[in-house]
């Protein structure tokens, strides 16, 4: 069975040589940074926030924190895995802003009771995208991990649709490692669990369809 | 090896983080377990489907409006910054 690789892979030397002109001054070189990961931070954002009034605020601050903290930036991991930790961070406190009455924490208490594997699996469609159209395809996708705990949310969506690397991923979330590995693990099987009830071939074996 | 070894080890496997021979014990227990093959494969084809979503892209106009504002919003805080220092 194939391996799932990370999808992102930048180099480092350049991202650092922006970095450093843009610490010395030259607003053009951060405009590029901007440039290269404003896509990133809004999904990030509207991932952890749900909302796209929020996310475009998280964008903004977020650029603007590493802008005036650029100083204090080691250069002792990717500018991208700093500048993810700021973003989270603000999209964070506009959750906890917006939804006062659920405490909002990375460190959200992982289940640890062996009760995920389901006793008895439903096999997908051979081609389960293509059981629904665009529109519908989507609403599932995002109702479904928006029914996520912020925590596993916040892993998924930097691990497995950003393409962090584990450590990556530890380092902008101020996580350990094991801890990242766990709530992953709940998070792709909780989201494969919930797909499953859309996803899952028919009986009559029109799977196919 | 148990079902649940298998899940403990389901991340690791998925992202190819295995020695040889943990990841050989795990596919001769996918060889053999059928329901331990289906949640492997559907976790993969979850993964898979979320990479490739496109769930929230920023619209190319939304993205310029942005950009403007972070950058002009820069530039004043270097103005106050040199002002004050």
């Known amino acids: 069975m194939s391996t799932i690789q990370p999808n992102i892979e930048q180099p480092v030397s350049e991202e650092m040589q922006l970095v450093r002109r843009a610490k010395r001054g030259d607003d053009q070189a951060f405009e590029e940074l901007v ?4 896509r990133n931070v809004f999904r990030i954002a509207q991932h952890i926030t749900q909302n796209r009034e929020d996310a475009e605020d998280v964008v903004q601050e977020a650029f603007l924190k590493a ?5 204090k930036f080691q250069e002792q991991s990717k500018f991208y895995t700093w500048l993810v930790r700021i973003a989270v961070n603000e999209a964070l406190m506009k959750l906890r802003r917006r939804k006062p009455e659920r405490t909002v924490s990375l460190d959200e208490d992982v289940k640890t009771e062996d009760d995920s594997l389901p006793r008895e699996v439903a096999d997908w469609s051979p081609n389960p995208e293509q059981m629904y159209n665009q529109a519908e395809l989507r609403d599932i996708l995002t109702r479904t991990i928006q029914g996520l705990p912020a925590g596993f949310r916040t892993v998924f969506v930097l691990r497995d649709v950003e393409g962090l690397s584990t450590e990556e991923t530890a380092d902008a979330l101020e996580l350990s490692i094991p801890a990242v590995k766990s709530r992953l693990l709940r998070a792709r099987l909780q989201l494969r669990d919930r ?15 | 090896m148990k079902c649940s070894e298998f899940l403990n080890e389901l991340t690791n496997y998925l992202d190819g983080a295995l020695d040889d021979r943990t990841k ?3 596919d001769d227990h996918l060889a053999w ?12 084809k979850t993964i898979e489907i979320y990479r490739g979503s496109e769930l929230y ?29």
């Open chain 2, 57 to 85: 892209e920023l619209p190319e106009d939304l993205r310029t409006r942005l950009r403007s504002a972070i950058m002009s919003k820069c530039s004043a805080h270097k103005k106050s910054d040199s002002s004050s220092s």
């Open chain 2, 33 to 44: 377990c059928h329901n331990c093959y289906v949640v492997c494969d559907t976790t993969r």
């Open chain 1, 67 to 71: 802008y005036g903290n650029l100083a």
């Open chain 2, 24 to 26: 050989s014990e795990l």
């Open chain 1, 195 to 209: 797909l499953s009830r859309y996803f899952q071939k028919k009986a009559s074996g029109d799977g196919n369809q």
């Open chain 1, 35 to 38: 440039r290269r990961y404003d």
